[in-house]
Structures are given as structure tokens and as C-alpha cells.
């Protein structure tokens, strides 16, 4: 597995995992749970700052706890609900990473959410954000719906990665729909193997990851699963593997799903059975 | 007419709060009377990104929109 190796754009990982920074504890918790999660791609969100004497984070930023040679830090536009804001955001993203020793300000990963109870993507805002983004230089990776059509649509408008949701973020249930997210792959794909679909958001735990890779996905984006387990360290290191079960659980080929059985012992040479009793 | 140069106040929005400024500064003088590291945060004026290497000549003017953000953990 040393030598499987993807790109997504102008990056080449081996880890196929992406974590989240939100909601850990602490950074020394969150420091623990990147490092045992072995992910090489960490995401971070832009927010207004808060002034150390105001109870903020100046003294204490986030990108003081991130080994900046060891992860490549990818900026959301997390809370946006227009692709305008997005695509400020995305900016703001850049600007920040700018002049830091980290590739981060090449990439975003651009989320347009619909609507505050699902926080599910705005398709139509998410394309408008996409294009924009791409012409003003970003490799733009897509949040999207688990719909083939406008992952289709989001890779033609010029996405380095879409991105299709398990199911709604933060909300722990796992790969809701596998059919689409194989659809997904397999429009994405279509002539063009290598091209990198990450599923993102809905990760409850580690079965759900290995379903994600076990369908085919190339890399999958989490935090919650990770950082509001009750041992996130530990949670981590699932994570990993799961991504590991997947991953060669997929590149081995699985068995076809048949109704009836097929015995695994030879069917010959069974000792002679008993008399029935009726 | 007299104008004083350097005493006007100006009105400003800092992240949605509303601020007097006195007296005329760049975006790299607000920063740094308020104790912000350039490098930790981006800047944009009226929906404008400001890039950090002009902080120092871009001058705040009355009524500007500020945003200073930076990063948290997010995912």
C-alpha cells in the first residue's frame, strides 16, 4: 500500500483521509487525534478574529497547533449561504495562507449550504462559486450533493475534486445513499480514472469510512466522527485503519452479492448421513 | 477653509461593531494599535480583499466595512 499514491490537482497524498480541526476540547486533543489519524490534509475554517483581551484566539492561534510541514491545510468556506460569500471567503482563505510555508493557498474546499437545519449544499450556488473560484486561479474542491448530475456539472465547470456528502454534516449516518455516491463515481470517472472524488461530511464511525472506500472513493473528509467521539484519539486510529479495510478491500475486488448460499467446505466426500427420523 | 488634518474622526464598522478612529491610519497602523500579528489574520475593506503587502499604504477612510478574520478549527 507504501506505493498508493493519488493527486488531487497539484497535491499527491498516500493518506486517503482529510480531517477536520472543529470541536475537539483542546488543541492538545486535536494535535493527538490528527496525529493518530495519519490524515496529510487538515481543513480549517475562516472567521471573524477575536482579540486575546476580547477572550479570543490571537495569542493562541490555530495555525500555532498545526505542524505546517506536515499537513497541508486546506481552508473551507464553511458557513457561507451565497456563493458571493463564498468566494470571499475562499480569498480571505488564500490571503491567510499566503507567505506561510504550506501549499494550502493553492486549494479551497468551497461549501454553498442551502439551509441552516441541514447546512446541505446550495447545487445552484455551489456551480456559481465553483466557476468563480476556478477562473480566479483556486483548485477548487467541491462540497456537493450526492447527486451524479451536478457532481457531473461541478467537474465540467472545472473542480480539481467534487466532493459528495455520505449525508448531512455532523449528523453521524454514515453513507445514506450508495447507489448515487456509485453513480457519482462512475460519471466522474468515466474516461478519466484518476480523477479524485472525496466523500465528505456524515461520518459516524469507522464502518462508515470502509463503506466509503469499499465503493470506490478516493479519499474521505470527516471531524465530527473524529472529534465528538468520546475517546477522539482512539477514534482516530479507527479511522485509519478503516481507510486502510477499504481502500485494499476495493483494489481486491469484492465478491458478487448472490441469494442463496455457496458453500465454503467441499461438498465432497461428506460422510454418509444418518437415517431421518420423521 | 481650515481643515484640520490629522484630528478628524472617522466612523468605521470592524466586524459589524461600529468604531471612532482618530486621525488618519492604514489598515497596518489599525492592526497594530490593536496587538494584531499581520501574518495570523486577512483583511478586507468594503467586500475587498486587502492584500497583507498593502496594509501598510492602504489608508482607512470614513464609514469603511472592515472584516479581520483569520482561522479556527473547522472542518
Redesign the interface.
Known amino acids: 500500500m507504501s506505493s498508493d499514491r493519488y493527486r488531487v490537482g497539484s497535491f499527491e497524498f498516500t493518506s486517503r483521509l482529510f480531517v477536520g480541526t472543529g470541536k475537539y476540547g483542546s488543541y492538545g486533543v486535536m494535535e493527538a487525534a490528527l496525529s493518530a489519524s495519519e490524515c496529510e490534509v487538515v481543513t480549517v475554517a475562516v472567521r471573524r478574529d477575536v482579540l486575546a483581551s476580547e477572550g479570543g484566539t490571537q495569542s493562541d492561534n490555530i495555525l500555532d497547533h498545526l505542524d505546517l510541514s506536515r499537513y497541508a491545510i486546506l481552508p473551507n468556506t464553511a458557513g457561507c449561504f451565497t456563493a458571493r460569500d463564498a468566494v470571499r471567503s475562499a480569498k480571505l482563505g488564500r490571503e491567510l495562507l499566503q507567505g506561510l510555508d504550506n501549499p494550502g493557498a493553492k486549494w479551497v474546499k468551497i461549501e454553498v449550504l442551502a439551509d441552516k437545519k441541514t447546512l446541505l449544499p446550495d447545487p445552484v450556488g455551489t456551480l456559481e462559486a465553483t466557476k468563480e473560484l476556478v477562473d480566479a486561479g483556486f483548485e477548487v474542491l467541491a462540497y456537493s450533493n450526492d447527486d451524479p448530475i451536478l457532481a457531473r456539472r461541478l467537474k465540467d465547470a472545472g473542480a480539481t475534486s467534487v466532493m459528495p456528502l455520505g449525508s448531512p454534516i455532523g449528523s453521524g449516518q454514515g453513507v445514506l445513499n450508495p447507489n448515487n455516491i456509485r453513480l457519482c463515481l462512475e460519471y466522474l470517472k468515466e474516461d478519466d480514472p484518476d480523477y479524485p472524488v472525496i466523500v465528505d461530511a456524515g461520518v459516524g464511525t469507522a464502518s462508515d469510512v470502509t463503506i466509503a472506500m469499499e465503493l470506490g472513493a478516493d479519499g474521505v473528509l470527516l471531524n465530527t466522527g473524529i472529534a465528538g467521539a468520546k475517546e477522539p484519539v482512539q477514534m482516530a486510529r479507527a479511522m485509519a485503519h478503516a481507510i486502510q479495510a477499504g481502500r485494499l478491500a476495493f483494489l481486491s475486488g469484492r465478491i458478487p452479492r448472490k441469494l442463496y448460499a455457496t458453500a465454503s467446505s467441499p461438498t465432497e466426500g461428506v460422510i454418509t448421513p444418518s437415517a431421518r427420523r420423521v | 477653509m481650515y481643515r484640520p488634518a490629522r484630528q478628524q474622526t472617522m466612523q468605521v464598522t470592524i466586524?459589524s461593531k461600529m468604531e471612532a478612529l482618530d486621525g488618519e491610519m492604514s489598515v497596518a497602523d489599525l492592526l497594530a494599535r490593536?496587538?494584531?500579528?499581520p501574518?495570523?489574520?486577512?483583511v478586507?475593506i468594503n467586500?475587498d480583499?486587502v492584500?497583507?503587502k498593502t496594509f501598510a499604504e492602504r489608508m482607512i477612510r470614513d464609514g469603511d466595512r472592515i472584516?479581520?478574520?483569520?482561522?479556527?478549527?473547522?472542518?
Request: glycine share 14%; charged share 35%.
Open positions: 466586524n490593536r496587538k494584531i500579528e501574518i495570523r489574520v486577512a478586507e467586500e480583499l492584500p497583507r472584516e479581520i478574520v483569520t482561522f479556527v478549527g473547522g472542518g
